[in-house]
């Protein structure tokens, strides 16, 4: 059975290549989309716009230099860019001119003059194209639950949310860089060979023995006193460090040690030279933030590692609105990195001096702040770069940061996926999620779930019971 795609605008600004996903099938983009993707094109919101430029850029690629009647009918999706369309193929894309949709006998179409007439125009071509195609499936694909709701209510059979992006099935599945055994490892190892490097013992382990989940940089840890790294996979056996549960309870940057075992497992990853990338999540309390800003204070002031420390983060559109006003952008985003500063007075709180302590580690540590939205299209050489709040970007935000990641350069993410306050994301299909997911596998990624809260025994109480 043919199967019809009519795409919603914000499956184009969630996903400008959203496109290529249907690559084997006919995708429908009605001309009110358009009509939307070149109106916030031009919006000062910077992140929408920028992904309205690309999803029509992409359009206009494939489209290139047809006929009206073969956009009408459709234009072959395939692009050198994309090998997922490449793979897939034989799909077509059609704009569809929802301005000529003729009452037809038995359509229950919706009202297309009042303040939602753009849903409504765009449902009424999935009908449409419902009732002229009765062979084929003709769905509805958008991210807006009551523009699902009310498509199904007009009779569409067939709606669904965009789910390329959603790489999970349950957000309890996603990886938290470590493994907790019941009772004791050892017992559920039948076979080790165990090896002395300098300072380390080594276990290796057969692979079919340990659960499929491990990657490298990952610990495994028991209700004993075991606690295991793993350094190196093969395709037979797992490499893993045997680790002191008690050193790794007493290391410190800037002062700061771990308060329980997740925190000092994130102190160990952080330590980890060979890591290029850690991914931190955890709920609000955890101490996500301070572990990365005493790291980072510590490498960049004690052992000179990198030259400057650049903590990012999403501003709201509002941010773009206060632009004109005087002061450098961190003066602007002091709003919205209070948090850090926040960390920084843990941090120096007890000196003699602490307003001109802090001021003078941001000096000294070089610490800039900076806003996402105007962090693309440059590179970051010698810096470590702090990512705060992830939760609320989307994979196509988050992989543009991680690409301006430059020569002798480390990037922290934060995040906390309960806390999401974008209308268009949910925990699966958060850019932080994504990012867990695809990079579980690479070996100079490391990804650490600090789960205990050690903000006040009040924030406790607040995050599991309210």
């Not at 579980?440 to 309210?466: C, D, P, Q, W």
């Amino acid at each position: 059975m043919e199967k019809i795609y009519v795409l919603d605008t914000n499956v184009l600004l969630h996903d400008p290549m959203a496109i290529y996903a249907f690559a084997e099938h006919k995708v429908v983009i009605p001309m009110t989309v358009l009509e939307e993707l070149d109106e916030i094109k031009d919006r000062r919101d910077k992140d929408v716009s920028r992904e309205a430029r690309l999803a029509i850029n992409i359009i206009d690629k494939i489209v290139d230099d047809a006929s009206p009647k073969e956009l009408q009918e459709g234009v072959p999706i395939h692009s050198a860019d994309c090998e997922q369309a490449a793979s897939k193929g034989n799909g077509t894309l059609a704009i569809y001119a929802d301005q000529k949709i003729t009452q037809l006998d038995n359509v229950p179409f919706l009202n297309g003059n009042h303040h939602h007439a753009n849903d409504n125009r765009i449902i009424n071509v999935a009908l449409s194209l419902q009732a002229i195609n009765p062979r084929a499936s003709a769905c509805l694909v958008t991210k807006d639950i009551n523009m699902r709701i009310k498509a199904k209510g007009s009779g569409l059979e067939r709606v669904e949310d965009y789910r390329k992006d959603k790489v999970l099935d349950d957000v309890d599945l996603l990886n938290k860089g470590y493994i907790e055994v019941d009772g004791r490892f050892w017992d559920t190892i039948s076979n080790v060979e165990t090896e002395t490097h300098g300072s380390h013992t080594v276990h290796k382990i057969k692979r079919d023995e340990l659960p499929d989940e491990l990657y490298l940089n990952m610990f495994v840890i028991d209700e004993e006193e075991f606690c295991g790294f793993v350094v190196n996979i093969d395709d037979n056996y797992l490499y893993m460090i045997d680790i002191n549960r008690q050193s790794l309870m007493h290391q410190s940057f800037w002062g700061i040690e771990p308060r329980n075992l997740e925190q000092a497992m994130a102190f160990y990853l952080l330590r980890h030279d060979n890591s290029d990338m850690m991914i931190m999540t955890g709920p609000a309390g955890s101490g996500k933030t301070l572990l990365a800003l005493a790291y980072g204070l510590h490498v960049t002031m004690e052992e000179k590692r990198f030259n400057k420390i650049i903590v990012a983060r999403s501003t709201p559109p509002l941010a773009e609105d206060i632009g004109f006003l005087p002061g450098t952008e961190e003066e602007k985003m002091a709003p919205w990195l209070a948090a850090f500063d926040d960390n920084l007075e843990i941090l120096h709180g007890n000196d003699e001096h602490a307003v001109s302590s802090i001021e003078y580690v941001k000096q000294k540590a070089n610490i800039q702040f900076k806003s996402l939205n105007f962090m693309r299209g440059r590179s970051f050489n010698n810096a470590l770069i702090i990512v705060d709040e992830a939760q609320g970007l989307t994979q196509f935000q988050l992989k543009s940061i991680v690409t301006r990641v430059g020569a002798n350069s480390k990037i922290i993410v934060l995040g906390n996926l309960a806390q999401i306050d974008n209308k268009y994301i949910t925990p699966l299909t958060s850019g932080l999620t994504y990012l867990v997911e695809r990079c579980k596998s690479f070996k100079y990624t490391s990804i650490m779930h600090v789960n205990g809260i050690e903000r006040s025994r009040l924030a406790e109480f607040a995050e599991e019971n309210l």
